[in-house]
Every structure is written in C-alpha cells, then in structure tokens.
C-alpha cells in the first residue's frame, strides 16, 4: 500500500485542515482492503491507521518547491531519512516510509532472464494491431524491426528454457 502526494495534492487533500480517509481496493472485485485517516495541516499530513490491531499516528512532513511558472510543488519528507519523495509505501512495524528505507524493489528489478523476455515483447506487442498486423501507417522498416525484436524474445526464452532442463535433467539429452 502507498500514499501518492500528486494524488492528494490533485484531489485538494493536503490544505490545512482538510480531514478525510483513503481507501485500497482490490482491482479485480473492487472490494475494499484497507484505508486510512488523515488531516492535513501547513506543515504535514498526520496519519492514523491501524497495524496487526495497534492504532498507529504518523507524522509526515511536507516539503514544497517553487515550479518554474509560479506556485509550489508538495512533496512528502520521508518521516525515517528526510528525503524528498511523491510516494511513501507501508511497511510492517515501520510504518510509511521512503522506497529506500522500505527496502522496496521496484518489478522490474527482481526480473529473470525470461521475465525481461517477456516484458519486452509485450511492450513491443502493444505497439503492433492484434495477430501481430502492421498498424495502418507504420512503415514497413518498422515493422521488420520490431518482429524481429519479438522473435528475439523468444529464442532469449527458447534458450534460457533449454538451459534450465539441462541443468534441472543433466542425462536428458543423452538418450
């Protein structure tokens, strides 16, 4: 779970004296997980939650910078480290906390060889019409390319496939 300032900020919620609540849903029923209470005051948002049945107040300060063409930019300051940052994330017995100081890896960062594979044929996936047609306007060029890239992924995920057997079954192929 996390706090996103650009979405408060975007809804109103960080005005001192604002109160109000977040909710988590779950995607796929919409069924609500968790929320949280907040009030907002000149200086920083204070939290009230409940962790493992314990009611929780966090104080998280807010930092603000001058955007080029007047007003001011919210920022959260990690309530751990101090840094300056747009999402804090929940930890278990820490609480909101910075993506450093969470040790929060982002996706992408705990990806196998076949997972990048995979990641980066969908990418290029979503640039093609379905079955893999060439989008009306996209230069044949472009096309070539980018089929080519897909059928990389899948020979990248063919080998990394074979080498996984034989190290998982080394007498496999001698038979």
Not at 27 to 51: C, H, K, P, W
Not at 95 to 104: A, E, Y
Not at 138 to 144: A, C, G, K, L
Not at 148 to 167: F, G, H, P, Q, T
């Amino acid at each position: 779970m996390s706090i996103d300032v650009r979405q408060w900020h975007r809804k109103g919620c960080l005005r001192p004296g604002w109160v109000g609540g977040w909710v988590w849903s779950d995607a796929e029923t919409g069924e609500q997980t968790s929320s949280i209470g907040f009030r907002a005051d000149e200086e920083a948002v204070i939290l009230n939650y409940t962790m493992s049945g314990t009611p929780v107040q966090q104080h998280v300060p807010l930092t603000r910078t001058r955007c080029n063409y007047g007003g001011t930019r919210p920022w959260f300051a990690c309530p751990r480290c101090r840094r300056r940052v747009a999402v804090l994330f929940l930890r278990a017995n820490v609480g909101f906390v910075c993506r450093p100081c969470g040790r929060i890896a982002y996706s992408s960062q705990c990806d196998d060889e076949m997972a990048r594979a995979w990641r980066q044929q969908r990418k290029v996936e979503g640039r093609l019409d379905e079955n893999w047609r060439r989008p009306k306007g996209m230069h044949r060029s472009t096309y070539d390319k980018l089929l080519n890239i897909i059928l990389d992924c899948e020979e990248r995920r063919d080998a990394e496939l074979a080498s996984y057997m034989l190290k998982k079954f080394p007498g496999f192929l001698r038979r």
